[in-house]
């Protein structure tokens, strides 16, 4: 949020409003882990992790797995800005 704050501070914004949602989101396969921490990164990066960790992954996955699947906090911030 500072990293908001500092941006909104640099621009020509006259009054602003950060509003801090948190949510439970639930992921339903082990793969689905890769994909998030691998958000952004190249295919042979997702290839590796999934020959490297995936058994790890999956071991994990199902020890904290409900049967909705595995619960993750999520937050996300919604800015309302006046220029």
């Not at 704050?5 to 509003?19: C, P, R, S």
């Not at 793969?31 to 990164?41: E, T």
């Not at 790890?56 to 619960?71: M, V």
């Amino acid at each position: 949020m500072d990293k908001i704050k500092t941006q909104l501070e640099k621009g020509n914004i006259t009054q602003a409003d950060i509003e801090s949602v948190t949510s439970v989101q639930y992921l339903h396969e082990p793969i689905d882990v890769v994909k998030v921490c691998c958000f952004g990164q190249t295919p042979s990066v997702h290839e590796m992790v999934i020959n490297e960790s995936m058994a790890e992954i999956e071991k994990i996955f199902f020890e904290h797995a409900t049967e909705r699947g595995l619960p993750t906090t999520v937050e996300h911030y919604i800015v309302h800005a006046t220029v």
